[in-house]
């Protein structure tokens, strides 16, 4: 969760501490040492009031609710320490992160150490639940720490003699990480399932740009990752410097700075071209500095002129002579050098950011010659330059900052709390027999959508809140995921943040089902809790569904992790982290929007390299292992597809690369160890910007991008405007490139020269042969749906479209309407729904749709024609309590009411086109209204 500062005194006022704690009763907490002698502090009986109800960006510590802990029982003073550690696991050969104590053990090492201390002492041992850690955290107090408004120092005592609980190593609970009830609870153990285990004491991320960081350290804050994640035994410790390889190639390669002064290595840096702007590079911060080397070839004989552009400072250093020395000052600057053409010289870049601004742009001139940008072929660097590349500490994959304490007491015997699941993951049909139905593939088929309702896409808190949505959402939703399951639904998954790299980053999900003419409202989904949940994406191979996704800023961060669907995204397996052989090239921890299996077996991840590049992740035993292929693509977010071979792979471009202003290519035929870059017929793409390839089922491949840069900029061979959807018969060589309709404008109008964008795209086929694409950075975020034969036909020549027209639905009749049934596997009945097929070839559900528990109670109930929602929409829970209900009027207007668990109504809001756009109200659990505001169009009207 983001946290914000706010006023410490309310924070006191917010917690009622049920039990007072009098001074004769503090002074009967005893402490005993064991035989590793680890010291164990009694801890009493007694009730105290769990979590908070601070502000929105705290919403899983909600609500403070009363926790009674029935039994006295000891917990570790401190953390385990990795010399007590390696009495129970002698092969451990890492160093604590917190002085003595351990960390990057995972949640089931933390788990066997307890096992292996209760047999060696004869007594019950295991990892606290989350109440009783902050129970013991708390020893009586209801402020922000224990130690009152203000972090206290390492190795400080609470008042019942528990240290390090505010600081160090952060620590694994018991607990499945879940959401908390309203009512009291006695001795609760946490949910009954879930993908992530409790963490307390700390944030999981290293991110010390983060101002407010301590307060994830408070009495009450959580924090969640999945318990596999630890060091993985076998695992390679070492980075592999992927340059080091015979020859030369384009750009200069050096370090980036974690300092403005050429201090604190952090790794590798390939400056491509020479004009760049690092706005957008939350990666780096707002302080940092680089240095690059390699050669330049000089363009002439005799005079160059070279002119540097910076924000704040830079050097250039050729053949040994400072020829720009303005290390402290922005601006431009220019210097002349004597030069021999086709002459290469040794160059050295030096560049700074301090500011907000950042910017470096370096040209040149000479008689006959305006000034420009230097190409980025003029530039090449070999191995002696990239082994001068400095590295960080070395990093192990594992090496996290979470350890743990233990308690010495039984397990309670309190049931855990049921789970439920988002609304997204429910009502999963499998389709058998109709997922294949379709418009038919010779006739022109086009359909354009909103993505997500507004709110929340683009919107304040203030109106998400008021619309009645999660308060885990934010008005940033940006790098998503898409994948068209099995089944025929396509799924959405994108992360929701407020700028991108804050630890409050949490992942949302859609759903638009096969038959249904609109995507479902949002819901939360795989959170690790203040982890920055980062760079989504699916990818569907055979049955089988995959979800990688990344964590930039965790510490001791995977280059990704994975989950696995069976059954179109209903349930999904524990989460994975993969274990290396070999050595890990630079990167970034942020998968793009392609995976790839080769006609070999071989599995490829594609993933942000380090700088403008990118790098494919493989696996050849279906995921066991991985490895780094070795090479790097030609551009940052790569988007990857397979040739017609079955074994070459196309990478297209990705951003803040390019050749001559256009888009490059980069082609393999080594399974990504080296990679050949050409030019595309397509401009080269920025910020803000991610183009999308996908191998069709017709043999064809598809392509979709801007037709300008982020800065409006394109090559003077381009004339139109806007985005672009384009199809290739012979593997890329060539492009049918047809401009999309329905397109928008960049969130920010006067980006893109004003003109239309597809933002950051993903392109999916499905089983139907339809093409579904997604883009965001428009307002809203858009969904499109064609096939071939539209990007083959004239369609759209010298023709307009309204947006009423593309955004409709051309069904208009249907046919050979039946209904169909799905159980659970005992046989129980799941759900029934009927549909046919429309007169434009798509299958849409027509008539009622009902979703049961397996106890046999409905869950939900809908009416659709022709594929869309019609009249009253119902969801219960499994005793018969409304949760929400939809009402559908035929003049498209819908009401959304929600309702608390007692029964009073929390949420009623009005909605049209996506968009609520009339009164939305919001009532407490006691029937009090909490606000009341008027939408139009989306926006709170004032």
Same mark, same amino acid.
């Given at each position: 969760?983001?946290?914000?500062?706010?006023?410490?005194?309310?924070?006191?006022?917010?917690?009622?501490?049920?039990?007072?704690?009098?001074?004769?009763?503090?002074?009967?907490?005893?402490?005993?040492?064991?035989?590793?002698?680890?010291?164990?502090?009694?801890?009493?009986?007694?009730?105290?009031?769990?979590?908070?109800?601070?502000?929105?960006?705290?919403?899983?510590?909600?609500?403070?609710?009363?926790?009674?802990?029935?039994?006295?029982?000891?917990?570790?003073?401190?953390?385990?320490?990795?010399?007590?550690?390696? %009495?129970?696991?002698?092969?451990?050969?890492?160093?604590?992160?917190?002085?003595?104590?351990?960390?990057?053990?995972?949640?089931?090492?933390?788990?066997?150490?307890?096992?292996?201390?209760?047999?060696?002492?004869?007594?019950?041992?295991?990892?606290?639940?989350?109440?009783?850690?902050?129970?013991?955290?708390?020893?009586?107090?209801?402020?922000?720490?224990?130690?009152?408004?203000?972090?206290?120092?390492?190795?400080?005592?609470?008042?019942?003699?528990?240290?390090?609980?505010?600081?160090?190593?952060?620590?694994?609970?018991?607990?499945?990480?879940?959401?908390?009830?309203?009512?009291?609870?006695?001795?609760?153990?946490?949910?009954?399932?879930?993908?992530?285990?409790?963490?307390?004491?700390?944030?999981?991320?290293?991110?010390?740009?983060?101002?407010?960081?301590?307060?994830?350290?408070?009495?009450?804050?959580?924090?969640?990752?999945?318990?596999?994640?630890?060091?993985?035994?076998?695992?390679? *410790?070492?980075?592999?410097?992927?340059?080091? %390889?015979?020859?030369? *190639? =384009?750009?200069?390669?050096?370090?980036?700075?974690?300092?403005?002064?050429? &201090?604190?290595?952090?790794?590798?840096?390939?400056?491509?071209?020479?004009?760049?702007?690092?706005?957008?590079? *939350?990666?780096?911060?707002?302080? #940092?500095?680089?240095?690059?080397?390699?050669?330049? $070839?000089?363009?002439?004989?005799?005079?160059?002129?070279?002119?540097?552009?910076?924000?704040n400072g830079g050097k250039l250093i050729i053949d040994g002579e400072e020829i720009i020395d303005?290390?402290?000052?922005?601006?431009?600057?220019?210097?002349?050098?004597?030069?021999?053409?086709?002459?290469?010289?040794?160059?050295?870049?030096?560049?700074?950011?301090?500011?907000?601004?950042?910017?470096?742009?370096?040209?040149?001139?000479?008689?006959?010659?305006?000034?420009?940008?230097?190409?980025?072929?003029?530039?090449?660097?070999?191995?002696?330059?990239?082994?001068?590349?400095?590295?960080?500490?070395?990093?192990?994959?594992?090496?996290?900052?979470?350890?743990?304490?233990?308690?010495?007491?039984?397990?309670?015997?309190?049931?855990?709390?049921?789970?439920?699941?988002?609304?997204?993951?429910?009502?999963?049909? /499998?389709?058998?027999?109709?997922?294949?139905?379709?418009?038919?593939?010779?006739?022109?088929?086009?359909?354009?959508?909103?993505?997500?309702? +507004?709110?929340?896409?683009?919107?304040?808190? $203030?109106?998400?809140?008021?619309?009645?949505?999660?308060?885990?959402?934010?008005?940033?939703?940006?790098?998503?995921?898409?994948?068209?399951?099995?089944?025929?639904? +396509?799924l959405l998954i994108t992360y929701t943040s407020y700028d991108e790299y804050e630890p409050g980053?949490?992942?949302?999900?859609?759903?638009?089902?096969?038959?249904?003419?609109?995507?479902?409202?949002?819901?939360?989904?795989?959170?690790?809790?203040?982890?920055?949940?980062?760079?989504?994406?699916?990818?569907?191979?055979?049955?089988?569904?995959?979800?990688? #996704?990344?964590?930039?800023?965790?510490?001791?961060?995977?280059?990704? %992790?994975?989950?696995?669907?069976?059954?179109?995204?209903?349930?999904?397996?524990?989460?994975?982290?993969?274990?290396? !052989?070999? $050595?890990?090239?630079?990167?970034?921890?942020?998968?793009?929007?392609?995976?790839?299996?080769?006609?070999?077996? &071989?599995?490829?991840?594609?993933?942000?390299?380090?700088?403008?590049?990118?790098?494919?992740?493989?696996?050849?035993?279906?995921?066991? =292992?991985?490895?780094?292929?070795?090479?790097?693509?030609?551009?940052?977010?790569?988007?990857?597809?397979?040739?017609?071979?079955?074994?070459?792979?196309?990478?297209?471009?990705?951003?803040?690369?390019?050749?001559?202003?256009?888009?490059?290519?980069?082609?393999?035929?080594?399974?990504?160890? &080296?990679?050949?870059?050409? !030019? =595309?017929?397509?401009?080269?793409?920025?910020?803000? %910007?991610?183009?999308?390839?996908?191998?069709?089922?017709?043999?064809?491949?598809?392509?979709?991008?801007?037709?300008?840069?982020?800065?409006?900029?394109?090559?003077?061979?381009?004339?139109?405007?806007?985005?672009?959807?384009?199809?290739?018969?012979?593997?890329?060589?060539?492009?049918?490139?047809?401009?999309?309709?329905?397109?928008?404008?960049?969130?920010?109008?006067?980006?893109?020269?004003?003109?239309?964008?597809?933002?950051?795209?993903?392109?999916?086929?499905?089983?139907?042969?339809?093409?579904?694409?997604?883009?965001?950075?428009?307002?809203?975020?858009?969904?499109?749906?064609?096939?071939?034969?539209?990007?083959?036909?004239?369609?759209?020549?010298?023709?307009?479209?309204?947006?009423?027209?593309?955004?409709?639905?051309?069904?208009?009749?249907?046919?050979?309407?039946?209904?169909?049934?799905?159980?659970?596997?005992?046989?129980?009945?799941?759900?029934?729904?009927?549909?046919?097929?429309?007169?434009?070839?798509?299958?849409?559900?027509?008539? !009622?749709?009902? #979703?049961?528990?397996?106890?046999?109670?409905?869950?939900?109930?809908?009416?659709?024609?022709?594929?869309?929602?019609?009249?009253?929409?119902?969801?219960?829970?499994?005793?018969?309590?409304?949760?929400?209900?939809?009402?559908?009027?035929?003049?498209?207007?819908?009401? #959304?009411?929600?309702?608390?668990?007692?029964?009073?109504? *929390?949420?009623?809001?009005?909605?049209?086109?996506? /968009?609520?756009?009339?009164?939305?109200?919001?009532?407490?659990?006691?029937?009090?209204?909490?606000?009341?505001?008027?939408? $139009?169009?989306?926006?709170?009207?004032?």
């Open positions: 969760m983001l946290r914000h500062t706010f006023n410490s005194v309310s924070f006191a006022i917010l917690f009622i501490f049920i039990q007072c704690f009098s001074p004769s009763s503090l002074a009967e907490s005893k402490t005993a040492a064991n035989s590793i002698d680890m010291e164990m502090v009694r801890i009493p009986a007694g009730t105290f009031q769990m979590g908070s109800d601070l502000p929105r960006d705290y919403w899983d510590e909600w609500p403070a609710h009363e926790v009674t802990i029935s039994e006295p029982f000891y917990i570790s003073q401190t953390e385990v320490t990795v010399e007590q550690y390696k %009495q129970f696991d002698p092969d451990w050969d890492i160093e604590g992160k917190f002085g003595d104590y351990v960390c990057g053990v995972s949640w089931y090492d933390a788990a066997e150490f307890c096992e292996w201390l209760s047999e060696k002492e004869g007594k019950p041992y295991r990892l606290p639940t989350e109440a009783e850690w902050e129970y013991a955290c708390r020893a009586g107090t209801t402020t922000l720490y224990a130690s009152g408004d203000d972090e206290p120092e390492h190795e400080w005592s609470n008042a019942w003699g528990v240290k390090n609980m505010h600081t160090g190593a952060r620590e694994w609970c018991y607990d499945w990480y879940g959401d908390y009830p309203r009512d009291p609870q006695i001795d609760p153990v946490g949910s009954e399932s879930g993908m992530a285990r409790v963490i307390r004491g700390g944030c999981p991320d290293n991110d010390s740009r983060y101002e407010e960081r301590e307060m994830f350290n408070t009495s009450s804050s959580r924090a969640s990752i999945a318990p596999a994640f630890g060091v993985i035994e076998g695992s390679s *410790k070492d980075e592999q410097d992927i340059d080091l %390889q015979e020859g030369y *190639k =384009t750009g200069l390669i050096g370090t980036w700075y974690g300092e403005s002064d050429l &201090t604190n290595p952090k790794g590798e840096s390939i400056l491509s071209r020479p004009d760049n702007n690092w706005i957008n590079d *939350k990666n780096k911060g707002r302080n #940092w500095s680089a240095c690059w080397r390699g050669y330049i $070839e000089a363009p002439y004989t005799g005079e160059v002129t070279f002119a540097m552009r910076v924000a303005e290390w402290d000052e922005k601006g431009d600057y220019r210097a002349k050098m004597d030069m021999v053409e086709g002459e290469k010289y040794p160059i050295e870049l030096s560049y700074n950011r301090d500011r907000s601004r950042t910017y470096l742009r370096l040209s040149w001139s000479w008689p006959g010659e305006d000034l420009h940008v230097i190409p980025e072929d003029a530039f090449s660097y070999g191995q002696e330059e990239a082994a001068m590349v400095e590295g960080p500490e070395e990093e192990i994959p594992g090496s996290h900052w979470i350890g743990f304490r233990v308690v010495q007491a039984p397990m309670p015997d309190t049931k855990p709390m049921p789970v439920k699941e988002p609304y997204v993951r429910e009502g999963i049909r /499998k389709n058998e027999g109709i997922a294949k139905i379709g418009p038919d593939p010779s006739e022109p088929y086009f359909r354009k959508r909103y993505l997500l309702p +507004v709110p929340f896409d683009n919107s304040s808190n $203030e109106e998400i809140d008021s619309a009645g949505m999660h308060p885990s959402f934010r008005g940033h939703n940006h790098s998503p995921a898409m994948e068209v399951c099995p089944n025929g639904d +396509v980053v949490t992942l949302a999900a859609s759903r638009l089902r096969f038959g249904a003419d609109k995507w479902d409202m949002p819901d939360p989904m795989f959170d690790f809790a203040a982890v920055n949940d980062h760079a989504p994406m699916l990818w569907t191979d055979s049955d089988t569904m995959y979800f990688f #996704w990344g964590g930039p800023n965790l510490e001791g961060a995977f280059p990704f %992790q994975w989950r696995t669907s069976k059954d179109s995204g209903a349930n999904w397996s524990e989460v994975h982290f993969p274990h290396f !052989k070999g $050595e890990i090239g630079a990167h970034s921890k942020q998968p793009i929007n392609t995976a790839l299996r080769d006609k070999y077996g &071989t599995m490829y991840v594609a993933s942000d390299g380090s700088g403008g590049r990118s790098v494919l992740w493989a696996s050849s035993d279906k995921g066991k =292992t991985w490895y780094d292929t070795g090479g790097r693509s030609a551009g940052r977010h790569t988007t990857y597809a397979l040739l017609s071979d079955g074994e070459t792979i196309l990478g297209m471009g990705g951003k803040n690369t390019d050749i001559d202003g256009y888009m490059p290519k980069a082609v393999s035929s080594d399974g990504g160890k &080296t990679w050949e870059v050409s !030019k =595309t017929p397509f401009a080269a793409q920025g910020t803000n %910007q991610r183009p999308s390839v996908l191998r069709l089922e017709s043999g064809r491949l598809f392509f979709a991008g801007d037709y300008q840069h982020f800065d409006g900029h394109k090559p003077d061979g381009i004339k139109e405007d806007g985005s672009y959807v384009a199809l290739s018969e012979d593997d890329g060589e060539s492009w049918i490139i047809k401009p999309l309709v329905g397109d928008q404008q960049h969130e920010r109008s006067n980006k893109h020269g004003g003109h239309e964008t597809l933002g950051y795209s993903v392109a999916r086929q499905a089983p139907n042969g339809m093409i579904h694409l997604i883009a965001t950075m428009t307002e809203p975020c858009l969904h499109f749906e064609l096939n071939e034969a539209w990007i083959l036909s004239d369609e759209n020549e010298n023709q307009s479209y309204s947006e009423e027209q593309i955004m409709s639905s051309s069904a208009e009749t249907i046919e050979d309407v039946k209904k169909y049934k799905e159980t659970y596997p005992d046989g129980t009945l799941k759900l029934e729904y009927s549909g046919g097929i429309a007169d434009d070839g798509r299958f849409l559900l027509h008539g !009622k749709e009902i #979703w049961y528990y397996p106890s046999g109670s409905k869950k939900r109930e809908a009416r659709y024609e022709l594929g869309k929602k019609i009249g009253q929409e119902t969801y219960w829970s499994e005793d018969g309590q409304v949760c929400w209900r939809w009402d559908h009027q035929a003049d498209g207007t819908s009401y #959304w009411t929600q309702y608390w668990p007692n029964g009073q109504m *929390k949420a009623r809001s009005e909605w049209r086109d996506f /968009k609520c756009d009339g009164i939305a109200e919001r009532w407490s659990s006691d029937g009090e209204l909490i606000s009341r505001v008027e939408f $139009e169009n989306g926006e709170i009207d004032d």
